[in-house]
């Protein structure tokens, strides 16, 4: 685009889009040659931001991408050479990062992406932090964000984050792509930060933030990358199947006017049925490697409500004992709350409302997925009124309007 027909609000949109489309794939190039995560973040913000001051008076490049990648490291070639004493910074630094691009060459990694990924899973960084870390350096996510989905304050979330981004420029903790026998001690903490970015793009499905309307794609992508690199883990099979399950509703979860329709009443004939065939086959090859774990589990609860398209109803018997053996393996709180309500779906409201209850208070109290179970068990057993005030607490909680919306449709009903 010519300069003269560039405004600062076209600049501001190209580089929003290039945000959003290659942020973690521009971190994870940074990183990886200069072996710095702050640094690498810290450069490609200068980027953007010398974008916005320049591409109104110059024209936006054809291609956004590599001008930024250009800019984020010259500007890291810089601060090299402003924080070394001796003439032979820059020079280390250019060398450094051209070693780095001979290697990526040959690397076993097929996406910068997934390989940053891993290293960001290095054994040295707290097991705490890893996914955390995952989730802003490569998919781009804030303090807050992280925090939210980890049940944790933005201060005490942001403090974790830097303590382990200091701790890697300091310690140089093996930047080096990982080899193959490092793999299975990382795995885990990769695929977690993957479903991480997944579930923060399927909880947008109408895609009102921008930032987040591409995660459920691209966190489908590395699912896939990574069960070609380790087809014979049931773990990663579990993942992509977990992920294709859900994706496969989509269509379903908003009716034409963008109302929330929760899954017991969705329309089934809008599924994606390839979708959930392609699911199907990831789950047997999960369940052929060995015994379930967590996304393997969770795969097959998805797999059970799949059932509906073809069977007309859920097996809510198998997945209360799906859900028993998943809360076994990882006592979620989200876990737990979903086995409440299948335990609601067999047994009743009742005894599904004493599993909720004997939950920590301190830990449901702002969660707002426990609120809506209670409001619609309590539905359930008759009683409306602490129902209604259960469903507004839920909507009082909740981040997506059509979501707040059908929950205080509910509240309404049950105070008429």
């Known amino acids: 685009m010519a300069a003269d027909d560039t405004s600062a609000d076209d600049a501001r949109a190209v580089a929003e889009i290039a945000a959003r489309a290659a942020y973690g794939r521009l971190v994870a190039w940074l990183a990886a040659r200069s072996r710095d995560v702050a640094g690498a973040e810290d450069a490609l913000s ?3 931001l010398a974008a916005l001051e320049t591409w109104p008076a110059r024209g936006i490049p054809v291609r956004p991408e590599p001008w930024l990648l250009a800019v984020a490291r010259r500007k890291l070639i810089d601060r090299a050479r402003r924080n070394q004493s001796h003439a032979a910074a820059e020079p280390d630094l250019i060398r450094q990062i051209e070693e780095a691009e001979l290697a990526t060459q040959d690397s076993l990694f ?3 992406r997934l390989k940053l990924l891993f290293i960001c899973a290095h054994p040295a960084i ?3 932090v890893r996914t955390p870390l995952m989730m802003q350096t490569v998919f781009g996510f804030d303090a807050a964000r992280i925090a939210s989905a980890f049940l944790a304050s933005p201060s005490a979330m942001g403090q974790r984050l830097v303590r382990a981004k200091t701790k890697i420029r300091a310690a140089n903790l093996g930047f080096a792509e990982p080899d193959r026998a490092d793999w299975p001690q990382r795995l885990g903490a990769v695929l977690s930060s993957i479903y991480a970015a997944y579930t923060s793009g399927w909880d947008d499905p109408a895609g009102l933030d921008g930032h987040r309307s591409g995660f459920t794609r691209e966190a489908i992508a590395l699912g896939r990358m990574v069960t070609a690199m380790l087809p014979r883990d049931g773990e990663t099979h579990g993942l992509l199947a977990l992920m294709l399950h859900c994706e496969a509703r989509k269509p379903a979860r908003r009716a034409w006017d963008g109302a929330f329709v929760p899954l017991s009443e969705q329309d089934t004939q809008l599924w ?18 060995g015994p379930p774990s967590r996304f393997a589990l969770e795969a097959a609860i998805q797999s059970a409500h799949a059932a509906r398209k073809s069977q007309g109803r859920a097996d809510w018997q198998a997945i209360t004992r799906l859900y028993d053996r998943l809360v076994e ?24 409302l004493a599993v909720l209850e004997a939950m920590d208070p301190d830990r449901v109290s702002q969660h707002q997925p426990w609120w809506a179970t209670r409001a619609h068990l309590l539905s359930r057993a008759g009683r409306t009124a602490e129902a209604a005030e259960a469903f507004r607490r839920a909507a009082g909680l909740t981040s997506d309007p059509a979501v707040r919306r059908w929950l205080l449709q509910q509240a309404n009903a049950r105070s008429a």
Do not use: H, N
């Open 110 to 112: 097929p996406d910068e």
């Open 46 to 48: 200068e980027a953007f």
């Open 272 to 289: 994606d049925a390839d979708m959930i065939a392609e699911a199907e086959t990831s789950l047997r090859r999960a369940l052929e490697c």
């Open 329 to 352: 393996v990882t006592p979620a709180l989200g876990a737990q709350i979903s086995r409440a309500a299948a335990i609601g779906e067999v047994d009743g409201a009742a005894p599904a």
């Open 126 to 128: 707290a097991a705490s």
